[in-house]
């Protein structure tokens, strides 16, 4: 079991990311190559997260948060796909070993949506 420092040392390594992570969605949304609807998701899923209506309502504790995380790493999970990883790369700030950590993590945020919202979201897939 992990203790609370790990926790702890885990969140500062996620904020330290936020950063870099916030100038990649952007930057690949803004970005012509990637498709428009790859774009278009990831502005919608960006919207449902900021917007006050959400499947599970954010005072339930842990999973009123955790559906914006599954909803946003979708979203950027569908928008690195539709990017390629040339694109990707060259949109990312940080070192590469790390992107590659983060594609890890948002797969494995991505794969915890239940099964009608990832087919929901294969409108973006790549083609």
């Keep these: 079991m992990a203790s609370t420092q790990d926790w702890k040392?885990?969140?500062?390594?996620?904020?330290?990311?936020?950063?870099?992570l916030l100038?990649?969605?952007?930057r690949l949304v803004a970005d012509p190559r990637v498709p428009?609807?790859?774009?278009?998701l990831a502005l919608a899923t960006l919207g449902y997260t900021l917007s006050p209506i959400d499947l599970v309502p954010d005072f339930v504790p842990f999973l009123g948060q955790i559906d914006d995380i599954i909803v946003v790493?979708?979203?950027?999970?569908?928008l690195a796909e539709a990017a390629g990883p040339e694109i990707l790369a060259e949109?990312?700030?940080?070192?590469?070993?790390?992107l590659e950590s983060v594609q890890a993590v948002v797969e494995t945020a991505?794969?915890?949506a239940p099964a009608p919202l990832r087919r929901a979201l294969e409108w973006a897939a790549p083609r």
């Design 110 to 112: 991505a794969s915890l």
């Design 36 to 40: 428009l609807r790859a774009r278009a």
């Design 23 to 26: 100038k990649l969605y952007w």
């Design 91 to 98: 949109h990312w700030d940080g070192d590469g070993s790390v």
């Design 73 to 78: 790493a979708s979203g950027l999970r569908r």
């Design 9 to 20: 040392d885990a969140a500062r390594e996620a904020a330290a990311l936020a950063p870099n």
